[in-house]
């Protein structure tokens, strides 16, 4: 339903109507012709452009807020993610760490151990 001023088209016709009695036909005319010069002036004005960014800058506030909700859960879920594939890859890194360490200790402790290995003649 289409509005001015918040008013809705019945409620402008209702104000039309009640004008036109009280005024009178000559009168309503006149006042009418005024009344559309000065709204023509006010909607052109740079106060009312103002005002109609400011309102607009309101009224998209909660879905800017909420885009700017979602973009920051976005980034909290990206960062957990992140630390997931973090501790992951480090305990990955502590594991082979520690199957290198025994297989180098194995491998060492075979060298000693068999006394064909100290000798390259084979002695």
């Known amino acids: 339903?289409?509005?001015i001023f918040n008013v809705g088209?019945?409620?402008l016709l209702f104000i039309l109507?009640?004008?036109?009695?009280?005024?009178?036909?000559k009168k309503a005319v006149v006042t009418a012709?005024?009344?559309?010069?000065w709204l023509r002036n006010l909607v052109t004005s740079p106060l009312w452009r103002e005002a109609m960014n400011a309102s607009n800058e309101v009224y998209d506030l909660p879905r800017h807020i909420l885009d700017d909700a979602e973009l920051q859960s976005l980034v909290n879920e990206l960062d957990l993610s992140a630390q997931e594939i973090e501790n992951t890859l480090d305990q990955a890194h502590l594991e082979t760490q520690a199957e290198l360490s025994s297989i180098n200790d194995a491998f060492n402790s075979?060298?000693?151990a068999n006394p064909e290995f100290d000798d390259p003649s084979g002695r």
């Open 33 to 37: 012709r005024k009344i559309g010069v």
């Open 110 to 112: 075979g060298f000693h």
């Open 1 to 3: 339903m289409m509005q």
């Open 9 to 11: 088209i019945g409620e």
């Open 17 to 25: 109507a009640l004008a036109f009695i009280v005024l009178g036909p």
